[in-house]
């Protein structure tokens, strides 16, 4: 047996957003890093007793390695509780090469990330059939981490498609002048969310052209998420998915409503500027489900 490093998303606040084999792995740990600045404490409450708990809040890297170096000499395991998603600006990268080095197992647990909890905390889709199909998770350029090149707001708001922004709310005012002059109107719908799923969340509808007052107005500087897009304000369009005409590994179409649905589709497809994706897989997609028996993907 060799130590082991979790690293382990505790999603956005809401101690009971973690997943189970989070809170397991937590449960399981000889020593428990956590920050309390990003993490609800109510989430130790899953560490067995006698474990070490360590509040990462103002340790360096340098401060959390010393953890590794005796988990690898005494085989212990080692949870290490992320806020969100580890994989979204979570650090781990060099967390986990330091481990490798270490000989240590790592695993990674993953967890809601921040964006997804405010899209159901505001109780939106995010993805919305004619609208919006993708979603481009980033953050504003000029911070403490330079942005590799071809990565501006401007050049993302230009694709006019969901966007969630994170850690830029210091900078409100540059953020609304990028989107706008990357080409989403004015009026395009914005949620600003700080601290969701905490006691003292707030949450605010505005536009790209509001954005910067509502955040002023409100005070929010960190810990605040923005979604964009025209997905926000738009009535869900019917999808291909719970349609009767589409069909999927597990269902087939009824024959009537397969052709309503094509003929919608192709109506669809007239009024659209589809860029590189062709008219047929607009029209003759079936989503991620596979093709049917006797049915051509
Ligand atoms: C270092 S990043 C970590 C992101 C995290 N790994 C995730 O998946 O959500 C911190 C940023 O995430 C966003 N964030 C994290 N938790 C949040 C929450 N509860 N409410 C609003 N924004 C949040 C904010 O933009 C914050 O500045």
Known sequence: MSGKVTFIGAGPGAADLITLRG???IGAADIVIWASSLVQAEI???ARPGAEI???AALPIEGVIPYYERA?????????????DPSLWGAIQEQLERADALGLEVEIVPGVSAFSAVAARAGRELTIPQVAQSVILTRLEGGKTPMPAGESIRS???HGTTMAVFLSAARSGRLAAELL?????????????SRATWPDEELAWCTVGTLEQTVKDRKLWKHTLFLIGPALGSEGTRSHLYHPGHFHGHR???PAARAALREADQTAVDHMTVGHTTADELVGGNGDHGAGPGQAK
């Open 44 to 46: 130790l409450e899953h």
């Open 156 to 158: 993302f708001a230009a």
């Open 23 to 25: 809170a397991r792995a």
């Open 181 to 193: 002059a990357g080409g989403y109107p004015q009026d395009t719908p914005v949620i600003v969310a």
């Open 72 to 84: 690898a000499v005494e085989e212990l395991r080692v949870a290490r509780v992320h806020s969100g």
């Open 54 to 56: 360590v509040d990462s």
């Open 252 to 254: 087939r179409a009824e």
